[in-house]
């Protein structure tokens, strides 16, 4: 017979572990609602800036500067936010990340010159939501359930992609992009309504982050044990940043993380450009267009990644992924018109999910709790530099050999680092 003290011990601590799991998921459910309307935002400026460039004088390659000015910027930001959020805690990055987004969209409401638009992306440095987000879901949730936890943040890409670029594509057309006074050379903007939406929705994204996201979501552990450490290194130390790349797996992981996925995110940011000359879309027709790929994403997300992860081991999944992104690459080699392509984006938006989960998935997990900021803004920082080599690379590519050498490369590439891993699964197995 169990004494009394015992059993009243236990149910208070059973007690207190129910009501803590309550209470993170809670705040994971927030990250979701901030992650999603950040996303909405984002796609809506995507929905403005190709034409309001193309407006302003731009061609294809000084579109393709400007992409490459914000990688450049996202690249020096990424770690170093990583690593301020692992410093000074959630809320604090959350807000500093969602004030830059409402600064952005300002400065986007007041351009009226080709140079404006380089100096609207100089707030890009800060406005790391989703790795910010990802960090407080990685911290929150459970190991085991950590691939499909982050994966969900990915449904949320779907519903803010469909939102963003729905009511962006609307907005755009129902005002007009622009028009030119009879009496001045300069370039009178109308998208002042379109991002002063943007900017009133990234300031309520932020009054979200104050009032339900914690100061930190660390462990009260990790934070015992790392918190005067930390505390006395600053957020510009390289030396803690590269130090993650020691960790086992790390590097390799990191290597096919950018390998692979830079002649897709090649075409992700050549993407706004193809619609507009290769598809000849209009504003409305690339909104219904990316309102598609986020349904699409939504079913992946959602419904497909999460019973995969608990079917299948990472490194499989990862082998599968890039498998049937050198496909995709093929596919692409020889699509001829959108419609192709609305069937492409089905296995396209699957390896590229299945990719960037399980990839940040096995990173986070494989460096200590205290740390999975600094990863996930490494994380970030091959986005960034994806968009900072894409764009001139891209344009490069797309002027002189045409869209159908940026699928050959994205097989070619891909089928070498499948071949590599294959290899390298055999050898741990034998």
């Known amino acids: 017979m169990r004494p009394e003290g015992k059993t009243t011990t236990d149910a208070v601590s059973s007690q207190a572990n129910v009501t803590d799991q309550q209470k993170r998921t809670k705040i994971i459910y927030i990250v979701y609602l901030i992650a999603a309307l950040d996303i909405t935002w984002m796609f809506l400026q995507f929905s403005v800036t190709p034409y309001l460039a193309k407006k302003l004088g731009f061609d294809t390659l000084w579109f393709g500067y400007l992409q490459t000015t914000v990688g450049v910027i996202q690249l020096l930001g990424g770690p170093m936010f990583g690593r301020f959020a692992d410093l000074f805690g959630a809320r604090v990055a959350l807000s500093l990340a969602c004030s830059s987004t409402v600064v952005f969209f300002l400065l986007l409401a007041i351009a009226d010159h080709p140079a404006m638009l380089f100096i609207q992306k100089l707030p890009t440095i800060f406005m790391?939501?989703?790795?910010?987000?990802?960090?407080?879901?990685?911290?929150?949730?459970?190991?085991?359930?950590?691939?499909?936890?982050?994966?969900?943040?990915?449904?949320?890409?779907?519903?803010g992609m469909i939102a963003g670029s729905t009511l962006g594509g609307h907005l755009n057309t129902r005002y007009g992009l622009f028009s030119i006074s009879t009496h001045s050379s300069k370039y009178k903007t109308n998208e002042t309504f379109t991002a002063c939406c943007g900017a009133a929705g990234s300031a309520f994204s932020l009054l979200l982050v104050l009032k339900f996201i914690p100061k930190t979501t660390k462990t009260q552990s990790s934070r015992t044990n790392t918190d005067s450490e930390n505390k006395?290194?600053?957020v510009f130390n390289l030396g803690e940043i590269t130090r993650l790349m020691k960790f086992p797996g790390v590097t390799q992981t990191f290597v096919v993380k950018v390998i692979a996925g830079?002649?897709?995110?090649?075409?992700?940011?050549?993407?706004?450009?193809?619609?507009?000359?290769?598809?000849k879309l209009e504003p409305q027709q690339n909104g219904n267009l990316m309102a598609y790929f986020g349904i699409v994403q939504m079913v992946i997300q959602g419904g497909v990644?999460?019973?995969?992860?608990?079917?299948?081991?990472?490194?499989?999944?990862l082998l599968l992924s890039i498998a049937i992104s050198s496909l995709v690459g093929l596919a692409l080699a020889y699509m001829?018109?959108?419609?192709?392509?609305?069937?492409?984006?089905?296995?396209?938006?699957?390896?590229?999910?299945?990719?960037?989960?399980?990839?940040?998935s096995i990173l986070t997990k494989s460096v200590p709790s205290s740390d999975t900021g600094t990863m996930l803004g490494l994380c970030a920082s091959v986005q960034s530099l994806l968009r900072t080599v894409g764009p001139t690379a891209g344009g490069f590519l797309y002027v002189n050999y045409g869209l159908s050498s940026i699928g050959l490369i994205q097989f070619v590439v891909n089928v070498a680092v499948f071949v590599f891993l294959l290899q390298h699964r055999l050898k741990k197995s034998a």
């Open 305 to 317: 990644i999460g019973r995969l992860t608990g079917r299948y081991s990472e490194s499989s999944l």
């Open 232 to 234: 006395s290194k600053s």
């Open 336 to 360: 001829q018109n959108v419609f192709h392509f609305c069937i492409i984006v089905i296995p396209m938006m699957f390896s590229l999910s299945v990719f960037n989960v399980i990839t940040d």
């Open 128 to 159: 790391h939501v989703i790795p910010a987000s990802q960090m407080v879901v990685a911290d929150l949730s459970a190991p085991e359930k950590r691939a499909d936890a982050l994966s969900k943040l990915g449904l949320c890409f779907g519903i």
């Open 262 to 279: 830079l002649p897709s995110g090649i075409f992700q940011v050549m993407f706004s450009i193809i619609a507009l000359e290769f598809f």
